[in-house]
């Protein structure tokens, strides 16, 4: 028979296990009437011809195995008895499967949602480039033009495949809709053609529409806008979009997979660096003025092991002999430097590249404990079972059968573990995603790959073979007879000092993890209680970004009055106010000051500055320590010259002087600017709960209140209601202007702090079901002790032993692991300390009072979990225990 | 199990041999094997079937659902062209056999 009908007979046997079996089924009763037929043709009655035409025939049951055997299904009718056997028994004790499916899902289900992250982050090449590997990219703190970029791409024939480019927010839209917030990509060079992109639609820059010298207003959209912004129309290359308020024609559409080369900001739309002073609303700004190093980063292809070393000294040397720029800064002393692997987020991104391999770490620890933990259990439960395998071994069964059926429990368990494990990684995945990635939206939308998948279901045969097979081969290791006599005693005397080691250590990790944990809580704890010094409660941000738009400090300015005028008026608004940039929010300014008249290069006081409307302290809840805050007048009018301190600013400049009326200076582009200290305001934190609170400048006018407006809204109101409000309003005034959705100040203040309070939250969990495993694990461990031991405790208690002494003899030996444990776990601990000390606030890495909390916890759990069955060996009644050998 | 047991092996020898005559069911092909043995061999009749499996699924004989003269459906097998050959070795592997069963038994008279 070929193995293609062989596989088909299996494959029907097993959908359609009835098709076979009927068939035999018929073919023996046609036999079996055949043969009384001819007994009663000889003249036997009926009954005795049926009779003796199944005693002819033999056993029907034994024929229909033989037969089975000989079509070569009986290893599937094994399986698929084995799987029923299996479920069965599973099924019969909930707490043993329930807890196994459990720990299985955990340790696979985190272990996985970790993978697909780390897997996203880390290992996986930027999508939709051809060759990533070949690709290095440069960084210099400076930036670098398009001038300089074309002069250094020409020095080396090394970096000839050398292209640049840089993020730039957009806002694309029509005249009559509210524009939508993009992510651009300004290139130079041969973008496309150096990453190996091929356009599904139109075509790339041409070399002349890449000039810096040029006006090709043109642009290259990805695919995922052309879905979602153009609907898919087929007639996309040709039409005009407005970005930024300037008309751009589409050229092209790029391949689906290519988002740019940054995993971390996928582009929407690639723009020539000529459109620089179009996207700038600056006609006097131009990508040709060397002095203009809008370009952030550069990428060589290059090829061979070296290339990459190659293509920095080439780099190093011709960048260093750039002219420099007057006033400006050179390259010797800002070097260009590799900046990781391509796609990589390095730049800004370490410390979530770091909470990754925390993660991995952590989640290591759970897949430990819970394979110990595992394995524990199913020894346990393979030796309750010694008696079964034991009559089945004695009646006839195979070692291999008895294996078999030890090996598909085995699997079965896994299976079903993997299963939960992988729904389990889908919502770990969105825990995980607000740690890691908080503020990067793509984070969420991580898919579980076909490889994420591989990875669970390896992990899931690996350990469910493992398990099965370790108490399996344990089972076969006697024959039947010697089985059946020593069922209830000894026996597996097997490697009980790796049991112990391994609980001992399952005790260590949760230990380590538990203590991790209670730090985190306390840091947490006391980063709540940081006084702010303004009141979150009750307040609502929005940012309106108007520079895309074109917007001059002339045109914005009205808007900013009437938007907060018409808002202090509403009902359930208590104030209504804007500024330049709040506590906790995305970016500030910031100023340098001195008294005015010092002299030198010393200015002792750096300050962010907050260019706020006259409510702005009312709306935010900051107190008023001395003078006075703005007039409207004053907002009015740019040319004010009053400024409100924040204590301590006010504090390094004056010491205990009054400052109100002092007048002051502000550093400006080659010059100062006077002011005159109006009023003290107390200290805000800007944009930490850690270290000092950054003091602050308050003015009615400073350079970055041109580039847009944040407005904060003190209400009763619900959020939701106060943003409908908002955007109602500002969409009379300019329907083509974004408002970004509100956040409410509280949300901004606990972002800040959102990998601390979800780390904290995520060890917790994990400390508590580490601990409850270990728990469960050091259960078992001991269970099967006593079970061993039943004997030896049944002959203790007939001589007389109290059930003091048996209870303390169960104990003591669940606190050598215990004992053995808690020193690794704090050990562990100690070791690691440095690795969590970046999130920690207030409290020490060793904090000794967690360290003994910890342990003490540890202790007591561990000591509930060895006094079940420390009462089940008191319960042991000594006549049966003798009488069961 | 009345009679002497057949020996294993020979039980596919003696169902070739009783289906090359004509295809039979697998009751036919007990009953003529007890008659062409004069009941000397009598095959458990439910033993008969695991051979008839094994030796379709080798290919020696086909089986198929058919009528028989008492208006029964029942399964009849027939020798395959690869049976055929099969029986002719089978046969002559048995003869060798027998002959040299045969000779050890008359060595000593």
Redesign the interface.
């Known amino acids: 028979?070929s193995l293609g009908s062989r596989t088909a007979m299996w494959f029907r046997a097993l959908v359609r296990p009835s098709d076979g079996e009927r068939?035999?089924q018929?073919?023996?009763a046609?036999?079996l009437?055949?043969?009384q037929?001819?007994l009663e043709d000889a003249g036997m009655p009926a009954d005795e011809a049926r009779r003796q035409a199944r005693i002819?025939?033999?056993?029907?049951e034994?024929?229909k195995e033989?037969?089975r055997?000989?079509?070569?299904l009986r290893f599937l009718d094994d399986t698929s008895m084995d799987v029923r056997v299996a479920i069965r028994s599973l099924r019969r004790r909930p707490a043993f499967s329930g807890g196994v499916i459990a720990t299985l899902a955990i340790g696979i289900g985190a272990t996985t949602a970790v993978f697909s992250w780390a897997n996203w982050l880390l290992l996986r090449p930027v999508p939709g480039i051809t060759a990533p590997a070949d690709l290095v990219p440069f960084v210099s703190d400076l930036g670098v033009s398009f001038p300089d970029f074309v002069t250094v791409q020409r020095s080396a024939p090394i970096l000839r495949n050398m292209i640049a480019h840089a993020d730039w927010p957009i806002q694309i839209g029509r005249a009559d809709a509210p524009a939508r917030s993009l992510s651009g990509d300004v290139v130079a060079g041969n973008y496309f053609g150096v990453l190996g992109v091929t356009p599904t639609r139109g075509r790339f820059f041409a070399p002349t529409e890449t000039q810096s010298d040029v006006d090709a207003r043109v642009v290259i959209i990805s695919d995922a806008l052309w879905r979602s912004h153009f609907g898919a129309t087929a007639d996309i290359v040709g039409r005009r979009v407005v970005i930024n308020a300037a008309t751009f024609t589409v050229i092209g559409v790029a391949s689906p997979a290519f988002r740019g080369t940054d995993r971390i900001r996928p582009v929407d739309v690639w723009l020539p660096v000529s459109a620089y002073a179009v996207l700038r609303h600056s006609p006097g700004l131009s990508a040709a003025d060397p002095k203009v190093r809008l370009l952030d980063e550069i990428i060589v292809r290059v090829g061979g092991r070296d290339g990459a070393a190659a293509a920095l000294a080439a780099l190093r040397r011709a960048m260093g002999a750039l002219p420099i720029p007057e006033g400006g800064e050179g390259y010797v002393e800002n070097p260009p430097t590799i900046n990781g692997v391509l796609g990589t987020p390095t730049r800004g991104y370490d410390r979530k590249v770091e909470n990754v391999r925390l993660m991995f770490g952590i989640v290591g620890l759970v897949l430990l404990i819970a394979c110990g933990n595992t394995a524990n259990l199913l020894l346990l439960r393979s030796v309750r079972r010694r008696g079964e395998f034991a009559v089945r071994r004695a009646l006839g069964a195979s070692a291999g059968r008895v294996l078999q059926q030890h090996l598909v429990e085995g699997v079965l368990l896994a299976a079903l573990g993997g299963c939960a494990g992988i729904g389990l990684s889908v919502l770990l995945g969105h825990l995980f995603a607000g740690i890691t990635g908080y503020g990067l939206p793509q984070f969420d939308r991580i898919p579980l790959d076909w490889r994420v998948i591989g990875f669970a279901a390896t992990l899931t045969l690996t350990t469910g073979l493992m398990y099965s097979l370790a108490p399996g081969l344990m089972a076969l290791r006697r024959d039947g007879l010697t089985h059946l006599r020593t069922a209830g005693r000894g026996g597996y005397r097997a490697a009980p000092r790796v049991r112990s080691a391994l609980t001992a250590l399952q005790v260590g990790a949760s230990v380590t993890l538990v203590i991790g944990a209670v730090l985190l809580a306390r840091s947490v704890g006391r980063l709540h209680r940081v006084p702010l010094g303004f009141d979150a409660a009750g307040v609502t941000t929005f940012n309106i970004y108007t520079d895309p738009q074109g917007y001059s400090a002339a045109r914005l300015h009205p808007l900013r009055v009437e938007a907060i005028g018409w808002m202090a008026h509403q009902r359930g608004i208590v104030a209504a106010a804007s500024a330049s940039a709040i506590p906790f929010g995305n970016s500030y300014e910031l100023v340098d000051l001195r008294t005015l008249g010092s002299t030198g290069k010393n200015w002792p006081v750096t300050v962010i500055a907050n260019g706020v409307s006259p409510d702005y302290f009312k709306a935010m809840g900051i107190a008023v320590l001395a003078g006075r805050t703005f007039a409207a007048a004053e907002f009015d009018d740019s040319t004010s010259d009053a400024v409100v301190l924040s204590q301590s600013a006010a504090r390094t400049l004056f010491g205990p002087a009054n400052p109100i009326g002092a007048r002051i200076e502000r550093r400006i582009y080659r010059g100062t600017v006077p002011l005159t200290v109006v009023g003290v305001v107390s200290d805000t934190r800007a944009t930490s709960l850690r270290g000092g609170a950054k003091v602050t400048a308050y003015m009615p006018w400073t350079e970055s209140n041109k580039f847009g407006t944040t407005l904060v809204v003190r209400s009763s109101l619900a959020p939701a209601q106060v943003q409908r409000l908002v955007s109602e309003e500002l969409g009379q005034f300019d329907p083509s202007l974004p408002v970004s959705p509100m956040e409410s100040l509280t949300q901004s203040v606990n972002r800040s702090i959102a990998p601390e309070r979800l780390f904290g939250r995520l060890l917790g969990v994990l400390a508590v079901i580490a601990g409850l495993l270990s728990a469960v694990g050091l259960y078992s461990v001991v269970a099967y002790s006593v079970m061993e031991r039943t004997r030896e405790i049944g002959v203790r208690v007939a001589l007389g032993a109290r059930e003091t002494r048996i209870v303390a003899m169960i104990l003591r030996q669940g606190a050598h692991m215990a004992v053995a444990g808690v020193l690794v776990g704090v050990a562990g601990a100690y070791a690691l300390s440095h690795v969590l000390s970046g999130m920690l606030f207030g409290v020490a890495p060793t904090d000794p009072s967690t360290y003994v909390t910890a342990a003490i916890v540890a202790l007591a759990v561990c000591a509930g979990a060895c006094a079940i069955p420390a009462r089940a060996a008191t319960k042991i009644n000594p006549v049966e225990a003798l009488r069961s050998e | 199990m009345a009679g002497s047991d057949v020996l294993q092996g020979t039980l596919d020898l003696l169902v070739l041999k009783s289906l090359s005559l004509e295809p039979m069911h697998g009751w036919g092909i007990s009953q003529r094997i007890r008659q062409l043995s004069a009941d000397a061999l009598q095959i458990g009749q439910g033993s008969l079937y695991p051979a008839l499996y094994r030796l379709e699924k080798k290919g020696l004989i086909k089986g198929g659902w058919r009528t028989t003269e008492h208006n029964r459906e029942a399964k009849y097998y027939a020798l395959t062209a690869a049976g055929t050959r099969a029986l002719g070795a089978e046969v002559d592997d048995w003869r060798r056999f027998a002959t040299a069963v045969e000779l050890i038994i008359n060595a000593y008279g």
Do not use: Y
């Not at chain 1, 002819?56 to 029907?60: E, I, L, P, Q, R």
């Not at chain 1, 055997?69 to 070569?72: A, F, T, V």
């Open positions: 028979m068939e035999m018929r073919e023996f046609v036999h009437a055949m043969e037929q001819r002819a025939f033999g056993g029907v034994r024929h033989s037969v055997d000989e079509r070569g």
